[in-house]
């Protein structure tokens, strides 16, 4: 059995949680960065989602973790365009801000 990172255990559980937004019939669609390929950019977020025309950018920590300084400048050109970034160690952060900015009370 692989080993699972503190930081990929929270991936997974954020990925769980918006497939079963997705199921619900909710407006969103997600995508996971790969650290490799023509298309990767250094410092980008790990996680991105776009829900209804909404696009919020997430970058997932083991728990404490900090951003590097690529990741740094990565959430300053996504906050000066609009674009939330959030910096997430946590599902619970995550699904108190997904109740937050797009949820009902009820999800």
Not at 44 to 57: A, I, K, M, N, Q
Not at 85 to 100: G, S, T
Request: with cysteine; net charge neutral.
């Amino acid at each position: 059995m692989a080993y699972t990172t503190p930081e990929q255990s929270v991936q997974q559980k954020i990925i769980s949680y918006l497939n079963k937004l997705e199921e619900k019939g909710y407006p969103l669609e997600h995508h996971r960065r790969e650290a490799t390929g023509a298309n990767y950019r250094k410092g980008s977020s790990d996680l991105f989602f776009f829900w209804g025309p909404f696009h919020v950018e997430v970058e997932v920590k083991a728990p404490g973790g900090e951003l590097s300084t690529m990741q740094e400048k990565w959430k300053e050109r996504m906050d000066k365009h609009g674009t939330p970034c959030w910096v997430i160690d946590n599902i619970e952060i995550f699904k108190q801000l997904m109740q937050k900015n797009f949820l009902n009370k009820k999800d």
